[in-house]
């Protein structure tokens, strides 16, 4: 298992290294927006992946996160699993989080000023899976 972890991990990262080397070949601008705004806030999830074993499973993951912003002020931390916020934190410019959750899909975070439903930080755990979703139906033949 755990060489099946590295190797998606392996994937993930050249994967992300072609998109970066791509967007800033072609001078795409979010690009540079989004670095700026990244040094405003961190938004640091662990772990980032989820295993299951079969596709369309649940995996279960403790997740972990830890947020900091560049002002003192009211933040909320929101996740793709529920329309409510996870938890608010009044007059702070840093946050902890720790929950056990269990998804089938990838698990969205986001970091919002409690008056605005703009997101200013989104982060992202992504599934994995041990074993592929088989294709084949079992379908048994008889000649008679």
Same mark, same amino acid.
């Given at each position: ?8 991990? !392996? #994937? =993930? &990262?050249?994967?992300?290294? @072609?998109? &970066? !080397?791509?967007? *800033?070949?072609?001078?795409? *601008? ?11 806030? /961190?938004?640091? !999830?662990?772990?980032?992946?989820? @295993? ?5 499973? +649940?995996? #279960? ?6 947020? %900091? *912003? ?6 909320? +931390?929101? /996740?793709? &699993? =529920?329309?409510? $916020?996870?938890?608010?934190? $009044? ?19 986001? +970091? %919002?000023? =409690? ?12 599934? $994995?899976? @041990? ?14």
């Amino acid at each position: 298992m755990n060489y099946f972890i590295k190797k998606t991990f !392996i #994937y =993930q &990262l050249m994967s992300y290294l @072609v998109l &970066l !080397i791509m967007g *800033a070949s072609l001078g795409y *601008a979010p690009l540079s927006f989004a670095k700026e705004e990244q040094t405003k806030y /961190s938004l640091i !999830i662990e772990p980032d992946q989820c @295993v299951a074993m079969r596709q369309g499973q +649940l995996c #279960y993951v403790d997740v972990k996160i830890n947020w %900091r *912003a560049e002002h003192l002020g009211n933040y909320c +931390l929101f /996740s793709s &699993l =529920q329309p409510n $916020a996870l938890r608010c934190w $009044a007059n702070v410019k840093s946050g902890k989080f720790q929950r056990d959750m269990s998804a089938d899909e990838n698990i969205l975070f986001s +970091l %919002r000023k =409690q008056e605005n439903k703009d997101d200013l930080i989104i982060k992202e755990i992504e599934m $994995a899976w @041990v074993y592929d979703k088989s294709t084949r139906k079992n379908i048994s033949w008889r000649m008679f």
